[in-house]
T-cell receptor
Framework: LAKTTQPISMDSYEGQEVNITCSHN???????ITWYQQFPSQGPRFIIQ???TKVTNEVASLFIPADRKSSTLSLPRVSLSDTAVYYC?????????FGKGTRLSVIA | EAQVTQNPRYLITVTGKKLTVTCSQN?????MSWYRQDPGLGLRQIYY???????DKGDVPEGYKVSRKEKRNFPLILESPSPNQTSLYFC????????????FGSGTQLSVL
């Protein structure tokens, strides 16, 4: 099972781009990289998923280098409503093991 | 509306009194799973099910049971709850073959006194 390591917390001002990096040195060939967002008192919500290179959707971008040993979630121009905990999940098979997450605080 | 429904939202009980937390999804998902979330420990998987009548242990299965008699339901059973099972519990579902894209319920906050 791929173990993930993320920063415990990050602060950012509104309007800035935020990059959260997740390390997963023992990622397996069939593992995908998935990111979730969790607001207080709610269940996590799927944000984005990728296997290699770059993936972009209406919420975020995900950058994965060629060796796939890390990944970076990029949130463009964050707002106060992006304050949440962000989880990186690396898995190809069950069971699924989440990391401890990164608490992002956006400041006005 | 596609959703995962957990009940109850809050539950306070006493040590040893059996309880069941229900989970139901309306997306015809094959994969369902339970997690507990504790401060500083993130999300840890308790049990998962790949389809009806198929269940398997996750990271922290001790003290819990599950059943999957129907595709839409996946109840979590605590036969004899203890205070160390006080936690926030989440149920989630997904399509098989895409099981990292989970849909989570709103959570059940359990307190065992």
């Amino acid at each position: 099972l791929a173990k993930t390591t993320q920063p415990i917390s990050m602060d950012s001002y509104e309007g800035q781009e935020v990059n959260i990096t997740c390390s997963h040195n023992n990622i397996a060939t069939n593992d995908y990289i998935t990111w979730y967002q969790q607001f207080p008192s709610q269940g996590p919500r799927f944000i984005i998923q990728g296997y290699k290179t770059k993936v972009t959707n209406e919420v975020a971008s995900l950058f994965i280098p060629a060796d796939r040993k890390s990944s970076t979630l990029s949130l463009p121009r964050v707002s106060l409503s992006d304050t949440a905990v962000y989880y990186c999940l690396v898995a190809g098979n069950t069971p699924l093991v989440f990391g401890k997450g990164t608490r992002l605080s956006v400041i006005a | 509306e596609a959703q995962v429904t957990q009940n109850p939202r809050y539950l306070i009980t006493v040590t040893g009194k059996k309880l069941t937390v229900t989970c139901s999804q309306n997306m015809n998902h094959e994969y369902m799973s339970w997690y507990r979330q504790d401060p500083g420990l993130g999300l840890r998987q308790i049990y998962y099910s790949m389809n009806v009548e198929v269940t398997d242990k996750g990271d922290v299965p001790e003290g819990y049971k599950v059943s999957r008699k129907e595709k839409r339901n996946f109840p979590l059973i605590l036969e004899s709850p203890s205070p160390n099972q006080t936690s926030l519990y989440f149920c989630a579902s997904s399509r098989w073959g895409d099981h990292e894209k989970l849909f989570f319920g709103s959570g059940t906050q359990l307190s065992v006194l």
